[in-house]
Protein backbone atom coordinates (compact mmCIF):
# COMPACT_ATOMS: atom_id res chain seq x y z
CA UNK A 1 0.00 0.00 0.00
CA UNK A 2 1.38 3.44 -1.20
CA UNK A 3 1.84 6.56 1.51
CA UNK A 4 -1.00 8.48 1.58
CA UNK A 5 1.05 11.55 0.57
CA UNK A 6 1.50 9.24 -2.91
CA UNK A 7 -1.81 8.42 -2.86
CA UNK A 8 -2.97 12.28 -2.76
CA UNK A 9 -0.79 12.95 -5.69
CA UNK A 10 -2.24 10.43 -7.37
CA UNK A 11 -5.98 11.09 -6.64
CA UNK A 12 -4.98 15.18 -7.43
CA UNK A 13 -3.79 14.24 -11.30
CA UNK A 14 -7.22 12.05 -12.32
CA UNK A 15 -8.75 14.28 -15.02
CA UNK A 16 -11.83 13.76 -12.67
CA UNK A 17 -10.54 13.52 -9.42
CA UNK A 18 -13.05 14.14 -6.35
CA UNK A 19 -11.96 17.30 -5.08
CA UNK A 20 -13.82 16.37 -2.07
CA UNK A 21 -11.78 12.90 -1.01
CA UNK A 22 -8.60 15.33 -1.62
CA UNK A 23 -9.69 17.51 0.88
CA UNK A 24 -9.85 14.91 2.93
CA UNK A 25 -6.91 13.17 2.37
CA UNK A 26 -5.07 16.30 3.66
CA UNK A 27 -6.96 16.89 6.29
CA UNK A 28 -6.23 13.67 7.39
CA UNK A 29 -2.00 14.62 6.90
CA UNK A 30 -2.56 17.69 8.08
CA UNK A 31 -4.12 16.84 11.22
CA UNK A 32 -1.84 14.02 11.64
CA UNK A 33 1.67 16.16 11.08
CA UNK A 34 -0.09 18.66 13.30
CA UNK A 35 0.40 21.24 10.10
CA UNK A 36 -2.30 24.04 12.22
CA UNK A 37 -2.59 26.56 9.49
CA UNK A 38 -2.94 24.04 6.37
CA UNK A 39 -5.61 21.76 8.34
CA UNK A 40 -7.55 25.22 9.12
CA UNK A 41 -7.73 25.96 5.00
CA UNK A 42 -8.55 22.39 4.86
CA UNK A 43 -11.54 23.10 7.25
CA UNK A 44 -12.28 26.11 5.69
CA UNK A 45 -12.40 24.77 2.10
CA UNK A 46 -14.65 21.89 3.51
CA UNK A 47 -17.14 23.71 5.62
CA UNK A 48 -17.23 27.24 3.90
CA UNK A 49 -16.09 30.07 5.18
CA UNK A 50 -17.60 31.52 8.19
CA UNK A 51 -15.80 34.28 9.54
CA UNK A 52 -12.10 35.79 8.99
CA UNK A 53 -10.14 36.35 5.23
CA UNK A 54 -11.06 34.18 2.11
CA UNK A 55 -8.41 33.52 -0.01
CA UNK A 56 -7.68 35.84 -3.09
CA UNK A 57 -8.75 32.39 -5.40
CA UNK A 58 -12.07 32.88 -4.30
CA UNK A 59 -12.69 36.27 -6.12
CA UNK A 60 -15.01 36.15 -8.86
CA UNK A 61 -15.49 39.16 -11.13
CA UNK A 62 -19.43 39.66 -13.07
CA UNK A 63 -21.43 42.29 -14.27
CA UNK A 64 -24.70 43.85 -12.20
CA UNK A 65 -27.44 43.45 -13.66
CA UNK A 66 -30.72 44.60 -12.95
CA UNK A 67 -34.30 43.04 -14.18
CA UNK A 68 -36.56 45.73 -16.53
CA UNK A 69 -40.20 43.88 -16.54
CA UNK A 70 -40.23 45.18 -20.16
CA UNK A 71 -37.04 44.41 -20.99
CA UNK A 72 -35.53 41.69 -18.79
CA UNK A 73 -32.19 41.97 -17.70
CA UNK A 74 -30.26 44.97 -18.44
CA UNK A 75 -26.79 46.23 -17.59
CA UNK A 76 -26.32 48.51 -14.43
CA UNK A 77 -23.77 50.46 -14.96
CA UNK A 78 -22.08 51.28 -11.64
CA UNK A 79 -21.25 54.75 -10.24
CA UNK A 80 -17.46 55.10 -9.31
CA UNK A 81 -18.31 54.35 -5.45
CA UNK A 82 -20.06 50.87 -5.57
CA UNK A 83 -17.79 49.47 -8.59
CA UNK A 84 -16.56 47.00 -5.72
CA UNK A 85 -20.12 45.58 -6.73
CA UNK A 86 -19.13 43.74 -9.52
CA UNK A 87 -16.64 41.50 -7.74
CA UNK A 88 -17.42 39.26 -4.76
CA UNK A 89 -15.09 36.60 -2.43
CA UNK A 90 -17.28 33.57 -2.43
CA UNK A 91 -17.41 31.92 1.14
CA UNK A 92 -18.91 28.67 -0.22
CA UNK A 93 -18.31 24.95 0.92
CA UNK A 94 -16.66 23.47 -1.88
CA UNK A 95 -19.27 20.63 -2.14
CA UNK A 96 -21.64 23.75 -2.41
CA UNK A 97 -19.85 25.06 -5.40
CA UNK A 98 -19.33 21.62 -7.07
CA UNK A 99 -22.53 20.96 -6.74
CA UNK A 100 -23.93 24.68 -8.33
CA UNK A 101 -21.59 24.04 -11.18
CA UNK A 102 -23.13 20.83 -11.81
CA UNK A 103 -26.64 22.35 -11.84
CA UNK A 104 -25.88 24.79 -13.89
CA UNK A 105 -23.89 22.62 -16.36
CA UNK A 106 -26.06 23.76 -19.28
CA UNK A 107 -25.51 27.37 -18.57
CA UNK A 108 -22.89 29.81 -19.21
CA UNK A 109 -23.67 32.02 -16.09
CA UNK A 110 -24.40 32.11 -12.29
CA UNK A 111 -26.19 34.43 -10.52
CA UNK A 112 -25.16 35.86 -7.27
CA UNK A 113 -28.08 38.09 -4.70
CA UNK A 114 -26.74 41.23 -3.23
CA UNK A 115 -28.38 42.35 0.38
CA UNK A 116 -31.21 43.88 0.32
CA UNK A 117 -29.52 47.18 1.64
CA UNK A 118 -27.87 47.30 -1.92
CA UNK A 119 -30.62 46.43 -3.61
CA UNK A 120 -32.55 49.54 -2.18
CA UNK A 121 -29.50 51.92 -3.29
CA UNK A 122 -29.34 50.52 -6.25
CA UNK A 123 -32.93 50.80 -6.92
CA UNK A 124 -33.11 54.13 -5.38
CA UNK A 125 -30.14 54.90 -8.38
CA UNK A 126 -32.07 53.56 -11.41
CA UNK A 127 -35.16 55.34 -10.28
CA UNK A 128 -38.65 52.02 -9.35
CA UNK A 129 -37.72 49.36 -7.08
CA UNK A 130 -36.83 45.75 -8.52
CA UNK A 131 -34.47 43.23 -7.83
CA UNK A 132 -30.50 43.16 -8.93
CA UNK A 133 -28.04 40.21 -9.61
CA UNK A 134 -23.94 40.14 -10.39
CA UNK A 135 -23.71 37.49 -13.16
CA UNK A 136 -20.79 35.80 -13.54
CA UNK A 137 -19.24 33.15 -15.59
CA UNK A 138 -19.67 29.60 -14.49
CA UNK A 139 -15.94 29.11 -15.68
CA UNK A 140 -14.94 31.29 -12.50
CA UNK A 141 -16.08 28.28 -10.01
CA UNK A 142 -14.33 25.71 -12.54
CA UNK A 143 -11.25 27.97 -11.27
CA UNK A 144 -11.79 27.87 -7.69
CA UNK A 145 -12.49 24.13 -7.72
CA UNK A 146 -8.84 23.66 -9.90
CA UNK A 147 -7.10 26.04 -7.70
CA UNK A 148 -7.57 23.82 -4.39
CA UNK A 149 -7.07 20.69 -6.55
CA UNK A 150 -3.10 22.59 -8.27
CA UNK A 151 -2.51 23.39 -4.11
CA UNK A 152 -3.22 19.91 -3.11
CA UNK A 153 -0.82 18.17 -5.71
CA UNK A 154 1.53 21.31 -4.63
CA UNK A 155 1.43 20.64 -0.79
CA UNK A 156 1.53 16.60 -1.15
CA UNK A 157 4.95 17.18 -3.81
CA UNK A 158 6.46 19.27 -1.36
CA UNK A 159 5.93 16.62 1.63
CA UNK A 160 7.22 13.75 -0.65
CA UNK A 161 10.41 15.90 -1.10
CA UNK A 162 10.83 16.36 2.24
CA UNK A 163 10.93 12.44 3.05
CA UNK A 164 7.21 12.55 4.05
CA UNK A 165 5.00 9.72 3.05
CA UNK A 166 2.90 8.77 5.66
CA UNK A 167 2.92 5.11 4.84
CA UNK A 168 -0.40 2.95 6.10
CA UNK A 169 -1.84 5.72 7.14
CA UNK A 170 0.80 6.56 9.40
CA UNK A 171 3.34 8.89 9.91
CA UNK A 172 6.73 8.29 11.83
CA UNK A 173 8.05 10.49 14.54
CA UNK A 174 10.83 11.53 12.39
CA UNK A 175 8.53 12.27 9.87
CA UNK A 176 6.67 14.70 12.12
CA UNK A 177 9.78 16.21 13.38
CA UNK A 178 10.65 16.89 9.11
CA UNK A 179 6.97 18.57 8.62
CA UNK A 180 7.62 21.02 11.88
CA UNK A 181 10.85 21.81 11.02
CA UNK A 182 10.50 22.56 7.50
CA UNK A 183 7.05 24.85 8.40
CA UNK A 184 4.84 23.02 5.38
CA UNK A 185 2.48 24.66 5.18
CA UNK A 186 0.18 26.34 2.30
CA UNK A 187 1.17 29.94 0.78
CA UNK A 188 -2.10 31.63 -0.03
CA UNK A 189 -2.60 34.92 0.36
CA UNK A 190 -5.79 36.49 2.43
CA UNK A 191 -7.71 39.35 2.07
CA UNK A 192 -11.20 40.51 2.48
CA UNK A 193 -14.40 40.30 4.28
CA UNK A 194 -17.20 37.18 3.82
CA UNK A 195 -20.13 40.07 4.10
CA UNK A 196 -22.46 39.52 1.06
CA UNK A 197 -20.58 36.95 -0.43
CA UNK A 198 -22.68 33.41 -1.06
CA UNK A 199 -23.51 32.17 -3.96
CA UNK A 200 -26.85 31.54 -4.23
CA UNK A 201 -28.87 29.17 -6.87
CA UNK A 202 -31.38 30.61 -9.20
CA UNK A 203 -34.23 31.82 -8.48
CA UNK A 204 -37.72 32.39 -10.52
CA UNK A 205 -36.64 36.24 -11.43
CA UNK A 206 -33.30 34.81 -12.89
CA UNK A 207 -34.54 31.93 -14.55
CA UNK A 208 -35.54 34.94 -16.61
CA UNK A 209 -31.98 36.03 -18.03
CA UNK A 210 -30.86 32.52 -18.42
CA UNK A 211 -30.08 33.59 -21.97
CA UNK A 212 -29.57 36.80 -21.25
Known amino acids: MSGIVNQLQMEAIKENGDILKLLRQ ?3 IARKLKLSEFEQWVKNELDGYD ?25 FVLPDKLSFLSERRVNNSIANLVEIYRQNENNDR ?15 LCGFDTIFYLFVGKNQVFEIIEKIRNILLEWAITLEEKGIKGENLEFTLEEEKLAEKEKIINSI ?12 QDTEHSQQGKKK
Open 26 to 28: AYI
Open 51 to 75: EGPIPDYRLIKGEVKGFNPVRGWIP
Open 110 to 124: IYLSFDPRVVAELSK
Open 189 to 200: NFYGDVINSQIQ
